[in-house]
């Protein structure tokens, strides 16, 4: 159960790093904190080496100061351990801690998060620091949160050196009990790979040709949870100190895919997630829609915190577009839409120095006659407005499976197309979804499915045998499931599931492929309505990057492959499975198609299609604790666009937000001129 932030309202901030100014800059800094409505700053996150200065020696003198002055205004403080950035007397004191990449090279320092996840000496002096910070600063009336290293896995999610081989040693000790078992799960018959202990085990490094695929699964898991282990340490000393204010660490929800964060929102009090556009993409705002979505899923529905976004241009993209007009409200408020309880940034004031000072911040280099710091301080305002909304949730029908283990299985080498990949295949249905203005949860394979109506899993590559009894108990008490193509393919170590595709789930899809038929580089093909059958498309409408050997066992063909390689298969299937119904789609059709035959598979599940949404229109409800629904409308057009009202047709200016209750509670942003 997530924990309430001790704040009134909605949170508002930033990144705070007071220690690249003078002092007597921080002064400023609260004033114009308080002009803009900012209510809580992440502090300290890269601090280690200002609070540290050498081993075991402590400066607190500076963090009482500036926590001092941010308490005096009113601000509270989201208290980091600064942990991500260990300091150059560490890394001098202990050269053995370095990461080493799978191709043996050992990264140096002079950047951030120089450190082995499995490093005993790395671990000892993260403690060491987060227990007197935590000494220090626990019960400060300011400190509403803490908030754990940074972004963990961002720049080494694994690490090869010995220390680490020996680590992931133990770890297979522990899931596999015995070698035999071992060498049985990771089918180490084939090309000899035969382990007579455990001690013979290695990390996964750069080898001749393709390492064992289930040896660099489980080195993926490993590395996950080595990393879960330095975060829940660090976090139980907090909780020991300081048992009332909740602790978190940010997540890269939907960015990042090196951690298994299914795993990891059971160990944090309050979700927190970092957001950054893929700038150059004219339609980022779908993006930006599905980590708000996969964050609130990880909290289980709850509020969560969106920790860090940009104002404008971020500094690491090939090309860093800056933000139009009305483009932070939108991007703000979209999170808001989506469960998020506040809004926060990377950061506070723009760098003077170092590797990021082309990052835009809340108070740029500028200064404060800028648009940009206008609409910072317009946002504050908006948001408070909208502390109505604090604590309210979204709900949804539809589910779309996400699971990193078969986003990790997927990336090894030797599938049978390049194009089998896991994002492509959920943002291809995640984007249908939102144009059609269908809210979905995230959901893992093994999760209480009982509260959806239509499931969709794209790419659940890897299909446990209880995870597969979990969708299929689900569709016999009555739900809808729809499955693309390569789902229910192996089991947790990357064995194939036999007696023909897809193997966990044909009973329940009723069909059987013999073989996969994958397609050539932009090759197409036609896909019908089978003779005599009501084909939930209009046809014709064309398939690409794959195709399968595939027969009926039960289920009947909505659409078939006219032509290619698998002329006369179908393509598109529909089975009756239980009180409920199966989908399979062994093909990725055109968006005209998808779209039908989502429209087809939603109305099975009878889940009513919003209709009058203009397309970049996103609509999202917020249903409140005391009954009242709100809905979020984000024109993320360059037209006025006009949506039904609860009292009628309501205007929604270009790239403008409203909130509508039962009457619309107020307007935000302004035309944009992009
Ligand atoms: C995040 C990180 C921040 C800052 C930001 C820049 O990944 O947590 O410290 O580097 O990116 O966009």
Known sequence: MAQRLRLEGLAYGG??????????????????????????????????????????????????????????????????????????????????????????RVLGYGARQTYCPSSPEYAAAAARITRELVARYAGHPAVVLWHVHNEYGCHVARCYCERSAAAFRDWLRDRHKTVDALNEAWGTAFWGQRYDSFDEIDAPREAPTAVNPAQQLDFRRFSSDALLALYTAERDIIRAADPDVPVTTNFMAGLSDNLDYWSWAREVDLVATDHYLTAERADNQIGLALSADLTRSLAFGEPWLLMEHSTSAVNWQPRNIAKRPGEMARNSLAHVARGADGVMFFQWRASRAGAEKYHSAMLPHAGTDTRLWREVVDLGARLRELAPLRGSRVRAQVALVWDWESRWALELEY????????????????????????????????ADLSGYRLVVAPSMYVTRAAWAENLRAWVRSGGTLLTSYFTGIVDENDAVHPGGYPGALRDVLGVRAEEFLPLRRGETT?????????????????????????????????????????????????????AGTAWYVATAPDTGTLDALLRAALAD?????????????????????????????????????????????????????????????????????Q
């Open 526 to 578: 036609t896909l019908v309505a089978p003779p005599r059958m009501d084909g939930a498309a209009a046809a014709p409408g064309t398939a690409s990057r794959w195709a399968e050997d595939l027969a009926l066992e039960g289920a009947s063909a909505v659409l078939q492959h006219a032509d290619g390689p698998a002329a006369g298969r179908p393509a598109v299937t529909r089975h009756a499975f239980g």
């Open 415 to 446: 599938r049978p197309s390049v194009d089998l990949d896991f994002r492509e295949r959920i943002d291809a249905y995640y984007e249908r979804l939102w144009r059609a203005g269908i809210t979905v949860d995230f959901v893992h394979p093994g």
């Open 15 to 104: 990144d705070y790093n007071p220690e690249q100014w003078p002092e007597e800059v921080w002064a400023e800094d609260v004033a114009l904190m308080r002009e803009a409505g900012v209510n809580l700053v992440s502090l300290g996150i890269f601090s280690w080496a200002r609070l540290e200065p050498r081993p075991g020696e402590f400066d607190f003198g500076w963090l009482d100061r500036i926590i001092a002055l941010l308490h005096e205004g009113g601000i509270r403080v989201d208290l980091a351990t600064p942990t991500a950035a260990p300091p150059a007397w560490f890394q001098k004191a202990h050269p053995d801690v370095r990461p080493v990449t799978a191709d043996g």
């Open 605 to 673: 599940a009878g889940v009513h299609t919003p209709s009058g949404l203009p397309d970049g229109v996103e609509r999202v409800r917020r249903v409140g604790a005391d009954g009242r629904d709100r809905e979020i409308v984000i024109n993320h057009t360059l037209s006025d666009a006009t949506v039904p009202g609860p009292e009628g047709p309501v205007s929604v200016p270009a790239g403008t937000v409203r909130v509508l209750a039962s009457e619309p509670l107020e307007s935000v942003g302004s035309p944009t001129d």
